[in-house]
C-alpha cells in the first residue's frame, strides 16, 4: 500500500480575481478549490454573517392604519448600516446588560416621531424619520445621503441625493402620529432573514467550451447561423469575416444542451463538447447595503474560521491521538 | 405558544458538547462524530477535506433530521492515521486554505484598485 504518513497537509491555495467591485456588488473569479467550499462561504454570506437589524420596539404612540406589530416588522426588515456589527457581541451572550437597549455593546437605540398636520397630503413616514442614538449605525439610506453630501460617496454610484427617499413604514393623515422607541441588536440570518447582508450570492461553474474546428467546417453558413441560434443564450456568434464560428460570452451558457442536442440532429455529433471546470467558479455577491460587498466575502471567510475553530476536538475528549500535530511532528 | 426559540438552531445547549466521538465497535480505526448546530456547511468541506487524505478510506455526513440541528461524521481510515487524527488535519487545512483565501482577496483587492486607476 503506498500511504503517505499521517499528519501530512492535503491543504489547497485558491486563486482569487476580481472582475467588478463596488460599495454593494462584487463578481468575482475563485479558483482551485472544490465545489464544497465555494458552497460553504455561500452559505456563509447569505445566513452568518452577522449585521445589526431593529429586533424590539416600544410603541408609545400608534393611531396609524398599521397595527403594532405590522409596524415592528417592517422595522425590522429596513437595512442599518452594520460595519461595526463583527466587533459587537451578542445580546444573548453579553454579560454586560440584560438586552433592554441600555448597553452600547450590543445594541443601538432608536427613535421616531412623526404626526400628521397637514389636511389635504398624507405624511409618509421613512426610515429617514428614525433617529439613531450611535452615528455608525442608521438607515443605509441616510448614511448614503450624507456620504454623498461631504463626498465620500462610491464613484460608481449613479444615483443623486434625491434617490435616498428613504425606505417606506406607513402613511398618515391628519392627525394620526407614530412614536416609538426600537431597539436595533446583533444577530444572523440563521435566526430571522431580516439580518441578512446578501441581497443575493451565487456562483456557477466556469465551463469550457471545445468547438470541433474540422467539423465545423464541414458546415455551411446556413447551417452554422441555425446551430448558433439554437442555443438559447448569446455563447456563439458567427465571425463576418472568416464565417467561423466563435464563442462570444463562454458565461452566458447554462449548461442547457441545447447545442449539443442541435448538433446530434444535423447528424453532427461531437461538433461541440462543453464541460464544467470543477475547480473554477464564477461569484456574484450583491449586498442590502447593511455592509459591503468586500466586508462581506471577508467577513464570510473569518466567520467559517471561527465555525471550524469551534468543531475541533478538545483534548479532554479522549483518545487524542493527533498530538503529534501540537508538537509539530510532520 | 410552545414553539421552540429561534436561537435553538445555532446555539449549543448548557452541558451540551459541540463535538463528541464515538469509536465502531467493530471496525479498526473507524469513529463517528457528532457536531451539535451545524448543518451542510461545515459537514460538507469536513467530508470533501477528508476524502483529499489518502489515509481515509470512507468519509461521509449525514444531517439526521432537519429538526435536529446536528451533523454526524462517519470516519473510516487506514491503520497509518486514525479518524481523530485525519478529523483534525481536515480542519487544519481547511483552516490554513481560508487564512491563505482571506490573504488572496485583500492582496487582489490591492491590485484590482491599481487596475482601476492606470492614469
Ligand atoms: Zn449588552
Redesign the interface.
Known amino acids: 500500500m503506498d500511504r503517505s504518513a499521517a499528519g501530512v497537509s492535503y491543504q489547497r491555495f485558491p486563486r482569487v480575481r476580481i472582475r467588478e467591485l463596488k460599495d454593494d456588488y462584487a463578481k468575482f473569479e475563485l479558483r482551485d478549490t472544490d465545489a464544497s467550499m465555494a458552497n460553504a462561504l455561500r452559505r456563509v454570506m447569505i445566513a452568518e454573517v452577522p449585521t445589526v437589524a431593529i429586533d424590539l420596539v416600544e410603541i408609545e404612540s400608534n393611531s396609524s392604519v398599521l397595527n403594532d406589530e405590522f409596524i415592528a416588522h417592517r422595522l425590522g426588515l429596513i437595512p442599518l448600516t452594520s460595519s461595526g456589527a463583527m466587533g459587537m457581541r451578542f445580546s444573548r451572550d453579553c454579560d454586560a446588560c440584560d438586552g433592554d437597549g441600555s448597553c452600547e455593546h450590543c445594541s443601538v437605540e432608536f427613535h421616531l416621531a412623526a404626526r400628521a398636520t397637514d389636511a389635504n397630503k398624507t405624511l409618509e413616514v421613512t426610515s429617514n424619520d428614525l433617529r439613531s442614538t450611535d452615528p455608525k449605525v442608521c438607515p443605509v439610506d441616510q448614511a448614503m445621503a450624507y456620504q454623498q453630501a461631504i463626498g465620500t460617496a462610491d464613484p460608481y454610484d449613479t444615483s443623486t441625493a434625491s434617490d435616498h427617499r428613504g425606505i417606506l413604514i406607513v402613511k398618515l393623515r391628519r392627525g394620526q402620529e407614530l412614536r416609538l422607541r426600537a431597539i436595533a441588536r446583533k444577530g444572523i440570518a440563521k435566526d430571522h432573514a431580516k439580518w441578512s447582508p446578501a441581497a443575493t450570492v451565487t456562483f456557477m461553474y466556469e465551463p469550457d467550451i471545445r468547438i470541433n474546428e474540422e467539423l465545423m467546417e464541414t458546415l455551411t453558413l446556413e447551417e452554422k447561423t441555425s446551430w448558433v441560434e439554437s442555443s438559447p443564450t448569446k455563447v456563439f456568434d458567427i465571425d463576418p469575416n472568416t464565417q467561423q464560428v466563435v464563442v462570444v460570452d463562454r458565461e452566458a451558457y447554462t449548461y442547457d444542451d441545447e447545442v449539443i442536442k442541435k448538433a446530434e440532429a444535423m447528424g453532427k455529433p461531437g461538433l461541440i463538447e462543453i464541460s464544467a471546470k470543477e475547480d473554477s467558479f464564477v461569484f456574484t455577491v450583491e449586498t442590502t447595503g447593511a455592509i459591503t460587498a468586500y466586508e462581506l466575502i471577508i467577513n464570510a471567510i473569518t466567520v467559517l474560521r471561527q465555525k471550524l475553530d469551534a468543531v475541533r476536538l478538545q483534548e479532554e475528549d479522549g483518545d487524542f491521538t493527533g498530538l503529534d500535530a501540537h508538537l509539530g511532528v510532520a | 405558544m410552545n414553539a421552540p426559540d429561534?436561537?435553538e438552531?445555532?446555539?449549543v445547549p448548557e452541558g451540551t458538547k459541540?463535538?463528541?466521538?464515538e469509536?465502531d465497535t467493530k471496525i479498526m480505526n473507524a469513529a463517528s462524530f457528532t457536531?451539535e448546530r451545524?448543518d451542510?456547511?461545515?459537514g460538507?468541506?469536513?467530508?470533501?477535506?477528508l476524502h483529499?487524505?489518502?489515509?481515509v478510506l470512507f468519509a461521509g455526513y449525514k444531517l439526521p433530521h432537519p429538526l435536529q440541528y446536528k451533523i454526524i461524521v462517519r470516519i473510516h481510515t487506514?491503520s497509518?492515521?486514525?479518524p481523530?487524527?485525519?478529523?483534525?488535519?481536515a480542519?487544519?487545512?481547511?483552516?490554513?486554505?481560508?487564512?491563505?483565501?482571506?490573504q488572496?482577496?485583500?492582496d487582489?483587492?490591492n491590485r484590482?484598485e491599481e487596475r482601476k486607476q492606470p492614469y
Open positions: 429561534r436561537y438552531r445555532f446555539v459541540k463535538v463528541s466521538f469509536k457536531i451545524e451542510h456547511t461545515i460538507n468541506i469536513l467530508r470533501m477535506q483529499r487524505d489518502p489515509n487506514a497509518q492515521s486514525s481523530t487524527q485525519a478529523y483534525n488535519q480542519i487544519n487545512d481547511l483552516d490554513s486554505e481560508l487564512e491563505n483565501l482571506k488572496a482577496f485583500e487582489e483587492k484590482f
